[in-house]
């Protein structure tokens, strides 16, 4: 079972370039976020998605685009990318509650990006 | 808002001391809990989790965690810790009524020989 898989892995940009990040679950769950970790901050919510085709902002969406066309699919992009976007970027699905009790998330194993 | 707050960042404890981490939320109703453990480098992994029930749950590595609502609290225990619970842990609630994934901030456990 591949879980949920983030590609890439690493990546270094410039500023001002743009990059889209790949999470894919094969679990077929409903939901899907996009956090970033950062030193003493734990992980914090960017976007999420309830489903395919709808998205919402989370703490810190801004700065990033979101985009979930498949169910198995959730992209976040970086138009013009800051050395504040300088992270660890983490991607979890889950089932959705709806009287079940197994939201449980699953995480990726995270995209380390630099911003130079 | 919901949120959920680690007071310890970082905690030292000897190998075979017991463990306690604490975790606190902020919802009204009866939020789902759950305590990851991250390795460094790595991803998160889940340790429990609660929903309703018990309010004493087990977890996986020996670890358990007690749900206190008139403290608003879930803390993670361990009666004899092991060097290799050095890592980072992370409490977060999930509520269907946010459809949101919360986590705190993190304490840091090392474990001293």
């Known amino acids: 079972n591949a879980g949920v898989t983030q590609t890439p892995k690493f990546r270094v940009l410039k500023t001002g370039q743009s990059m889209t990040l790949l999470c894919a679950q094969d679990m077929n769950h409903e939901y899907m976020y996009w956090y970033r970790q950062d030193p003493g901050m734990g992980l914090r919510l960017i976007h999420y998605?309830?489903?395919?085709?709808?998205?919402a902002k989370g703490e810190v969406p801004d700065g990033y685009n979101v985009s979930r066309l498949k169910k198995q699919n959730f992209l976040l992009g970086l138009e013009s990318a800051a050395p504040s976007q300088t992270s660890v970027y983490f991607c979890?699905?889950?089932?959705?509650?709806?009287?079940?009790?197994?939201?449980?998330?699953?995480f990726g194993q995270g995209t380390r990006l630099t911003v130079v | 808002a919901q949120s959920v707050t680690q007071p310890d960042i970082h905690i030292t404890v000897s190998e075979g001391a017991s463990l306690e981490l604490r975790c606190n939320y902020s919802y009204g109703a009866t939020p789902y809990l759950f305590w990851y453990v991250q390795s460094p480098g790595q991803g998160l992994q889940l340790l429990l989790k609660y929903f309703s029930g018990d309010t004493l749950v087990q977890g996986i590595k020996g670890f358990e965690a007690e749900f206190k609502r008139s403290q608003s609290s879930f803390n993670l225990r361990k009666p004899s810790v092991h060097w290799s619970d050095a890592a980072e842990y992370f409490c977060?609630?999930?509520?269907?009524?946010?459809?949101?994934?919360?986590f705190g901030a993190g304490t840091r456990l090392a474990v001293h020989p």
């Open positions: 998605s309830v489903g395919e085709g709808t998205t």
């Open positions: 977060a609630s999930f509520s269907g009524g946010y459809n949101k994934l919360i």
């Open positions: 979890a699905s889950s089932y959705s509650t709806g009287g079940l009790l197994n939201t449980e998330a699953f």
